[in-house]
């Protein structure tokens, strides 16, 4: 029976707030608090979603916020599921609501041989904020981003806890108070780039997230390089070999790349690479502000259209298709094939009653 559950804080893993509950229930064995907490008392909570809560335990969380916000604000849902195509996402969202372990398999988290990660993380100088101000710390989702090693608030490097990731070990919930040292050094990180893109990924992943959102990650990627060297005049063929030739450039110093072959980046445009990380090394190349990443929106005509159209007032104004293939630089077999088109577009029109 749950008769009190402690306020969450801002930003806290939902792993960070049970393990608070067990130690504010006096609780020293983990199978008294898995009882309140979960259906089932021997299985591992989840450090980074959650498992099947008790019905308690929903209603106690429940009690306090909707479960839709409980699970955008404090797990790392947002992480994994931001850029994922619109039925993916909204699949692994109603899995997570359901409490349904299949979340996983939609969210195709790369776990292991790719996770950079082993350790539950924290920021020395977020932990001492903590204490001062709740006098405890507690698990931060912004120190667990994968390939992220630098805290976006204080641009210090984080620190590994002993809390295990990925190990096998009897299932526990470590309240961070508790291992988390008192007075640990923080180093401060004099990489630039690191820290700029620490600050880009944590902007994106704290922001609110559009389940329904429907605008494919690959086409707005693209969409955001027209007008300029990456993609060809008429706005259709990307230009990957000098794309990864200054994407290179400008991460050579980043110690955590997760793409620098150009074969690897095609497929976000293919919408085949979705994850956030991925995403924002991308984004942040192409100048995408943060507010524009989040909220993805195609621009009402796409560079092609644009490019077409301008063909077509060229030639009613008069210029031949020679002309406008110099002018425009298309071929010439192009633009006459465009300006047919339109001419039998009208054709249609006209004959229509
Ligand atoms: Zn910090």
Redesign the pocket.
């Given at each position: 029976m749950i008769s009190f559950f402690p306020d969450v804080y801002p930003d806290e893993l939902a792993y960070s707030w049970f393990a608070r509950y067990g130690v504010r229930s006096g609780y020293t064995h983990y199978r008294a608090i898995a009882d309140d907490l979960f259906i089932s008392h021997t299985a591992k909570p989840n450090l980074e979603f959650i498992i099947e809560l008790s019905q308690d335990a929903y209603c106690a969380v429940t009690h306090i916020m909707p479960f839709e916000r409980f699970i955008l604000n404090h797990t790392m849902f947002p992480y994994y599921a931001r850029f994922l195509p619109v039925e993916r996402r909204q699949k692994a969202f109603e899995h997570l609501l359901n409490m349904d372990k299949r979340f996983n398999d939609s969210l195709h988290i790369r776990r292991n041989k790719t996770q950079h990660r082993q350790w539950l993380r924290y920021?020395?100088?977020?932990?001492e904020?903590d204490r001062e101000r709740y006098g405890e710390t507690y698990w931060?989702r912004l120190?667990q981003l994968d390939h992220i090693d630098v805290?976006?608030?204080?641009g210090?490097y984080?620190h590994d806890s002993s809390v295990s990731i990925t190990s096998k070990d009897s299932p526990s919930l470590v309240h961070a108070e508790t291992i988390i040292p008192v007075c640990s050094a923080?180093e401060n990180c004099s990489n630039n780039i690191e820290l700029e893109i620490a600050k880009y990924v944590s902007q994106v992943f704290s922001a609110d997230l559009q389940i329904d959102n429907p605008t494919k990650v690959g086409t707005f990627m693209h969409s955001k390089m027209e007008n300029t060297k990456y993609l060809s005049a008429r706005g259709k063929t990307r230009l990957l070999a000098p794309l990864t030739n200054d994407f290179n450039k400008l991460y050579f110093a980043l110690p955590n790349v997760t793409m620098s072959e150009q074969w690897q980046i095609e497929k976000i445009f293919s919408n085949h690479r979705c994850h956030t990380y991925d995403i924002c090394l991308l984004a942040f190349f192409l100048g995408v502000p943060t507010a524009e990443l989040v909220a993805m929106r195609l621009p009402e005509k796409t560079q092609t259209q644009l490019f077409d159209e301008k063909i077509i007032e060229l030639h009613n104004l008069g210029f031949n298709y020679r002309q406008i293939s110099i002018q425009m630089g298309a071929s010439y077999d192009y633009c006459k094939l465009v300006g047919n088109r339109q001419r039998r577009k009208l054709g249609r029109e006209l004959s229509q009653p």
């Open positions: 920021c020395p100088l977020c932990a904020a931060h120190h805290c976006p608030v204080h210090c984080l923080a």
